[in-house]
């Protein structure tokens, strides 16, 4: 017999209490001792169906992914090696209403986990390279497109997604004010890209 929803979400939130801080943010706390680790999760309360004139964009996901691009203080790079030195990960996940981020690691590393989550909500780099990043990524999912048998609808479907998404992504961001980087730098970064492709089929 399956459970009554709303019996479920009681038994979850149980224990569970609700603080609300000075600047207004809403913390639920929940303890939880069947194993030594502390997850955290950060949500904003905007989501896809916040873009207004943007709607249908993917300005949300784009920013989701920013985030991970790096802070004002720690590089991207800095950001996942803090997490998987003490055997972590870190996660993201946009909805219609809101987007979350999460970071899961031993206890012992709760206040590194707290500082690095709140670093990367508040102080996002939002670094214009990242807008080619995303324009690299559209051009690569074509050139595989190409490769494609036309007769393989579901790989070429998946594809095709991937790549309007990523379009998308970096359209959105140019929108939203995201400046793009000089030609030349441009044309460094499609060649740098190129050479691993190539070197990475090789392999």
């Known amino acids: ?3 009554d929803p709303v019996d479920v979400l ?6 569970m209490e609700r603080l609300v801080l000075d600047n207004g943010r809403t913390v639920l706390l929940k303890e939880d001792r069947s194993a030594p680790l502390v997850a955290i999760q950060y949500w904003v309360g905007a989501g896809s169906i916040h873009e207004d004139e943007f709607l249908g964009g993917g300005l949300s996901h784009y920013l989701e992914h920013m ?9 991207a790079e800095r950001i996942s090696l ?3 030195r003490v055997g972590g990960d870190l996660n993201a996940r946009t909805d219609r209403e809101m987007v979350g981020y999460s970071v899961r ?14 670093d990367m909500v ?3 780099a939002l670094a214009p390279q990242a807008v080619e990043t995303e324009r690299q990524v559209e051009a690569h999912l074509a050139s595989h497109l190409t490769r494609l048998p036309q007769c393989d609808l579901a790989s070429r479907a998946i594809v095709t997604r991937m790549k309007d998404d990523e379009a998308r992504h970096a359209q959105a961001a140019q929108n939203a004010g995201a400046a793009a980087l000089p030609a030349p730098v441009q044309g ?8 691993m492709t190539t070197v990475a089929h090789r392999i």
């Open 105 to 118: 690691v031993p206890d012992a590393h709760f206040d590194m986990a707290m500082d690095l989550l709140a």
């Open 122 to 124: 508040s102080h996002p």
């Open 67 to 75: 985030v991970f691009k790096g802070t004002e203080t720690r590089s």
């Open 1 to 3: 017999m399956s459970q």
């Open 10 to 15: 009681q038994t979850a939130n149980a224990g």
């Open 82 to 84: 803090e997490v998987d």
């Open 188 to 195: 460094l970064m499609r060649l740098a890209a190129k050479v």
